[in-house]
Nanobody, 118 residues
Framework: QVQLVESGGGLVQPGGSLRLSCAAS???????????MGWYRQAPGKQRELVAL???????TYADSVKGRFTISRDNAKNTVYLRMNSLQPEDTAVYYC?????????WGQGTQVTVSS
């Protein structure tokens, strides 16, 4: 089965930075078609929301709330996606979930906690 392994979450102060990584157990970004990897997040009491998505060809999508602060990138050969998060704010606190979209099927990581607090 497809597995996504996340790393990089943790506790940071407001204004700080983190980089999340997600590695897939199978090829995703190197494939043709509708294949992508990215990140969603979910805070307590809120709906899960899209943060950023990237295709193997480098086409990106960002939530308005993170544009200019977060950057998604990928290494197609490693089937790995990264999320660099700068200028973190308390409202960014959430569980961040990696998503892999492979041939119209979605696969999810277990999530990694990001906490922004003084």
């Amino acid at each position: 089965q497809v597995q996504l392994v996340e790393s990089g979450g943790g506790l940071v102060q407001p204004g700080g930075s983190l980089r999340l990584s997600c590695a897939a157990s199978v090829s995703i970004l190197s494939l043709s078609g509708i294949n992508a990897m990215g990140w969603y997040r979910q805070a307590p009491g809120k709906q899960r929301e899209l943060v950023a998505l990237i295709t193997g060809g480098g086409i990106t999508t960002y939530a308005d709330s993170v544009k200019g602060r977060f950057t998604i990138s990928r290494d197609n050969a490693k089937n790995t996606v990264y999320l660099r998060m700068n200028s973190l704010q308390p409202e960014d606190t959430a569980v961040y979930y990696c998503i892999g979209r492979r041939f119209a099927r979605d696969y999810w990581g277990q999530g990694t906690q990001v906490t922004v607090s003084s």
